[in-house]
């Protein structure tokens, strides 16, 4: 748990057979009486929100892949409860695009997976997810598809395009119909954003060359501008805690 003084973070990473399909569920309590104003960035996932204000029962929402920083208000006095998830579980446990979600997040209905509305607890809410979520699944994963994520996983979208599809043995033009239909970008464009995310821990520390992935510094600034709005300096400063994705990344 990390808290400061304008809000409460946790995070939970999934067990071991859900891995594939969930990248962490997390939470932030914005416990004060004031707004909060902070900067989501792109970093591959995308996430199915629990939010509730003054202990009112959950909205529930869910957002497609961000391509670029977005504004998000946390209310005073609310509770989120997230899962992000990894592009698998398009596939295999929504069933379904979520092309028409690109930078967009939609209300939901009604909940998800039988979770009731009214429950605040982290602990009881991600225990309750998992098991719901490992009966909602198919498990029987198409083998090229999940090669293909733990690749792009694994190299943080350093391998390219030629070597994936040589590896999963499934076209180029295949891979990349695949990715525009189900998720409204690219190949290219989503192994960026995974290289850019993974200089997040970098730049937590202060070190505002990249490290590996980028051929120059030129080519590393242009991402940061393009998916931050600002420069890598700007960024690892983080002032007053915008970016919360740094705010609340361990640091190594």
């Known amino acids: 748990m990390q808290e400061t003084a304008n809000y409460i973070y946790r995070n939970a990473l999934p067990n071991k057979p859900l891995e594939d399909i969930i990248q962490c569920f997390w939470s932030v309590q914005n416990p004060t009486e004031k707004d909060q104003v902070y900067s989501i960035l792109p970093d591959g996932y995308f996430d199915v929100i629990f939010h509730s204000v003054n202990g009112q029962p959950y909205k529930v929402s869910l957002s497609g892949l961000w391509t670029k920083v977005m504004p998000v208000v946390v209310p005073a006095n ?37 979770i009731p509305l009214t429950d605040f607890d982290f602990d009881h809410f991600v225990k309750h997810a998992l098991q719901q979520i490992n009966t909602a699944v198919n498990k029987d994963f198409d083998n090229r598809k999940q090669l293909l994520f733990a690749i792009l996983y694994s190299s943080h979208g350093k391998a390219s395009a030629e070597s994936i599809s ?49 051929a120059d510094q030129a080519h590393f600034i242009r991402d940061v501008k393009k998916y931050s709005g600002v420069t890598p300096k700007r960024l690892a400063e983080n002032k007053n805690g915008r970016f919360i994705q740094l705010s609340t990344l361990r640091k190594k």
């Open 78 to 114: 609310s509770f989120s409860i997230g899962i992000s998830f990894k592009l698998l579980a398009v596939d295999y446990l929504f069933k379904q695009p979520i092309a028409s979600l690109l930078d967009k997040e939609q209300i939901l209905p009604g909940s998800l997976w039988n």
């Open 166 to 214: 040589q590896t999963i043995h499934w076209s180029n033009r295949q891979i990349s119909r695949y990715f525009k239909d189900r998720f409204g970008i690219s190949l290219k464009a989503y192994s960026n954003i995974l290289r850019y995310r993974a200089s997040f821990g970098q730049l937590k520390e202060q070190q505002l060359y990249p490290e590996e992935g980028y």
